[in-house]
């Protein structure tokens, strides 16, 4: 891993013949590294240090802004190579984040091969296992014989992505069987490749969402998993480097909706505008939200006034509940996004949840009790009982809430990362509110007690 000491060093050589030796000598993604954080001025410069092969490995690890700030800046022919030489599906992810007329002159300097495997890709919804694929992959014939199959990889498979795995068709491309590369070196060279693949060949439909291609390899400790069409014909594989990438884009989404972050995909480091475009219409939707939870006080002004305590219990209650609300919610969305749980453990979950809430409950309950008594004035601490009473139940429908409503939407078919903590957290406090100061209200008026 390049540390910032070593790009501090690499920075300071002075001397362009050493600086091309150094990067060209250390792995691509460091050198991607590297020349992200470069000054704009200086990146073009830096990549053209690079020989074509190291260019075309360090090219792919650059963020989306640095590719496209060189593909304007160098040569037509040194971009077509590199373009031409990258893997089709990170092909694709670079013209998904570039502008279409780009795309288009790009594409036409593709060979027809090249192209017509980008736009095989790129037809497909986002998110979707055949966007994720990549096309190239080792298929072998079922007549060949295990000598004739490494035949074939050593002269015409030597560029795949990968080859721990061969995929054994018809003549209409129909998945048939697989059969690992193991397989292949540890058997006689005269045997059959029918005799020793799998006709048991777990397999992704291009329409399957990436999350579950991700969930199944994970599952089954899969290198790369074959990826068919309607018709069962293979047209590409998913390969365990592309899952990691998934899990990390999927983890992303969850926590930055659970947030509030709209769109869930905003970057540490991305521009000012793009976190205000990002985050202030959530921020404005979630004050008019917060109006609810404000109308649900204002008819109580007059209690408040007569017993003044409740403006300091308040906000514990508040804050309290929402803290429950929120662990609930994001340890249910994190089960239901590595596969962990499905909408059938609805009552298993929920089960634990109010157990464990009953629990937390009266811990929460007897505390805010507590601070209720020292904070109170002899003639309010009566209040300590309501308190107590409703932080209890508060506690008990946040965690219930935290579980039901991302199974719910699971249920639905819908992204249970929908429902954020903010959101829930603005209900909570507009329930809780509510309940506390009509119970306040009810014990002045009907029991007659004093402040």
Known sequence: MLTQENLTSLSDIADLNQLKFELNHLPAVDVGDYIGELPAERRAIAFRLLNKGQAIDVFEYLPPEVQEELIGSLH???????????????????????????????????SSEERQATATILGYLDGTAGRVMTTEYVRLREGLTVGEALSKIRLSDRDKETIYYAYVTDDNRKLLAVVSLRQLLFTLPDALIGDIASDRVLRARTEMPQEEVAQLMKRYDLIALPVVDREDRLVGIITIDDVVDILEEEATEDIQKLAGVSGGDEAAL???????????????????????????????????????????????LSNASGNVAIQALSVTVRGL?????????????????????????????????????????????????????????????????????????????????????????????AVGFFTFLSMISLALNVFHFKS
């Open 337 to 429: 996004g590595v596969g962990e749980v499905t909408p059938d453990d609805t009552l298993q979950i929920l089960r634990k949840e109010i157990l464990a809430g009953l629990a937390t409950a009266l811990g929460l309950g007897l505390s805010l009790g507590i601070l209720s008594l020292i904070w109170s004035t002899p003639n309010e601490r009566w209040v300590a009982i309501v308190a107590s009473m409703v932080m209890s139940i508060n506690v008990l429908v946040a965690a219930t809430l935290g579980t039901l409503i991302p199974m719910g939407l699971k249920r639905l078919n819908l992204d249970p990362a929908l429902i954020s903590g903010p959101l829930l957290t603005t209900v909570l406090d």
């Open 76 to 110: 037509d022919t040194h971009i077509r190579q590199i373009v031409e030489a990258m893997r089709p599906d990170d092909r694709a992810a670079l013209f998904d984040e570039l502008p279409a007329g780009v795309v288009k002159r790009l594409l036409q300097q593709l």
């Open 270 to 316: 991305s521009e000012p505008q793009v976190t205000i475009r990002k985050r202030l219409p959530w921020l404005l939707g979630n004050i008019v939200l917060y109006v609810g939870a404000a109308s649900a006080i204002a008819p109580f002004q007059k209690t408040i006034a007569l017993v003044p305590v409740l403006a300091v219990i308040m906000p514990i």
